[in-house]
């Protein structure tokens, strides 16, 4: 059985997990399990996270609630992307 663990951290914790996490030699990863160069935003919360496995494989999120309105239609994308749409 694999698990999966969401934390809320700072916004800042977020931004700088990719380079934390491939730093121990962590891979960082999308909603869906792919492999990201930088954090998602689920748009319809909207929240910019980042998730990795931990050595059990259990899924692990650092995820910080945004200030945005909620945005049902952006999906889930980077958060790049994010900020075209909502600067």
Do not use: C
């Not at 496995?53 to 999906?75: A, Q, R, T, V, Y």
């Amino acid at each position: 059985m694999t698990l999966h663990f969401a934390f809320r951290v700072t916004k800042e914790a977020v931004l700088n997990s990719i380079s934390t996490l491939k730093a121990a030699q962590i891979d960082p990863l999308g909603f869906n399990g792919e492999n990201v160069t930088e954090p998602v935003v689920i748009g319809w919360m909207p929240a910019v996270s980042i998730y990795f496995k931990d050595p059990d494989g259990h899924s692990i999120e650092m995820l910080h609630l945004l200030e945005d309105n909620p945005d049902p239609k952006f999906g889930v994308q980077s958060y790049s992307k994010w900020l075209e749409q909502n600067g």
